[in-house]
Structure formats: C-alpha cells, structure tokens
C-alpha cells in the first residue's frame, strides 16, 4: 500500500488549537480523509478534502493540503477534552481503498 | 439504521482454532474490507471485495480468508489463528467506486486474542 505519515502523539491544553500532520505518496490521490477513533470505537470520517482544493473549513476544523510537499494538516480550534482520541489521515487509492496513517494519539489536558 | 456490524466484539481463543468473524452491513454497498489495528502502525487492509463473488488482498492477507456470498455479509476467516493475529479487526464498506466522495463505514471492531 501507500506510505502514509503521522506522528504518533499530540498533548495540548484544553482551549489551545491542535495541529495534526500527515504526509502522503500518491500524488494523484483524488480524496484526503480525516478519520476519528474515540476510545471503544470504530473510525469515524471527521472530514475530506478533494485534491484540487488547498484549504477546507469546517466550524472548529481547518484541513489544509500541500499538494506540491504531499502534506496534510488538521487544525482544530478551542480543543476540547471530547477531542481526545486517535486521528487517522487517509489517502484514497484505487479500487475504492484507503491507505491510513499510523494515527495521532491527540490527549486534551484541562 | 445505516450500520456496519461485526461479531463477536471480542474473542479470546487458541493457536489453530478456526475461527469466523461476521461481518455485516444494510447501505447496500459493493465495496467491503477488512483491517487490523495494531499499535504504532495504524490500519492495514486485509481483504477486500468489490462487489459478490469478487475478492482481492490488501497488504496483509496471510493467514485469512474471505468470502462474498451476498452482497451484505463479508466474513473474515481465521483457518489457524496464531498468536501473531492478536490484534483489533475493523470491518468496512463503501459505495462502489466513482459514487461520491469514497468515504468508508467502519463497524465497532473486534478484539480477539490468541493464546
């Protein structure tokens, strides 16, 4: 599969902005997820963003794509303890597969 | 409700016991596949299947099997689980390819352990 990139842990403090990121392979990707894991759970699509766009805001998420470094980013404003969970960067493939990221462990400190 | 289940949620079983984890979705999607979850290397496709009757390997297929009856159930065949197929197991299923955005529906897991 694609060599999809994360960082593995992120702490914030409660109210701070959270920045996750990832970097991809396949250039020619047409989709970038956004993927939550909350504790228990199955993953849960926070967000996409098409590859022709380079920003996307959505209430407290901001993506944004570099398509020439093949970066992706997820900001999240005024971090919340309920953020806490695993966030997972997806790139799609093709044949309808995804090709996740190792996943970023956000913690919210209060 | 639109879902994706899976069972059991978890197992606790023996090396070389066969093993079947259900999976099952009502959207009518062609697309479903399977990954595990292991720590520090995110999710890896097993299997997956376009439509019934049609399957192909992820990255990880070794020790599983699949099947694609009906269109709603794909199930994840362990013929001699070992100890290094503990791990948590993600079922999902998407719209068939060029519908929309691509986005997959994940079932709850399930955790199984192999002693």
């Known amino acids: 599969g694609e060599d999809v990139e994360q960082s593995l842990f992120l702490s914030v403090r409660e109210g701070d902005s959270s920045v996750i990121n990832c970097t991809y392979t396949d250039s020619s990707s047409t989709y970038l997820y956004w993927y939550k894991q909350e504790p228990g759970a199955g993953l849960q699509l926070l967000t996409y963003?098409?590859?022709?766009?380079d920003m996307k805001q959505d209430q407290r998420l901001t993506v944004l794509l570099n398509k020439k470094d093949k970066h992706l980013s997820l900001r999240i404003a005024d971090t919340q303890t309920g953020d806490s969970a695993i966030y997972f960067c997806a790139e799609k493939g093709g044949a309808n597969n995804l090709f996740f990221g190792t996943g970023t462990r956000l913690t919210v400190i209060p | 409700e639109a879902q994706v289940t899976q069972n059991p949620r978890y197992l606790i079983t023996v090396t070389g016991k066969k093993l079947t984890v259900t999976c099952s979705q009502n959207m009518n999607h062609e697309y479903m596949s399977w990954y595990r979850q292991d720590p520090g290397l995110g999710l890896r496709q097993i299997y997956y299947s376009m439509n019934v009757e049609v399957t192909d390997k992820g990255d990880v297929p070794e020790g599983y099997k699949v099947s694609r009856k009906e269109k709603r159930n794909f199930p994840l065949i362990l013929e001699s689980p070992s100890p290094n197929q503990t791990s948590l197991y993600f079922c999902?299923?998407?719209?068939?390819?060029?519908?929309?955005?691509?986005?997959?529906?994940f079932g709850p897991g399930t955790r199984l352990t192999v002693l």
């Open positions: 963003i098409f590859s022709n766009m």
């Open positions: 999902a299923s998407s719209p068939s390819q060029g519908s929309g955005k691509g986005e997959q529906f």
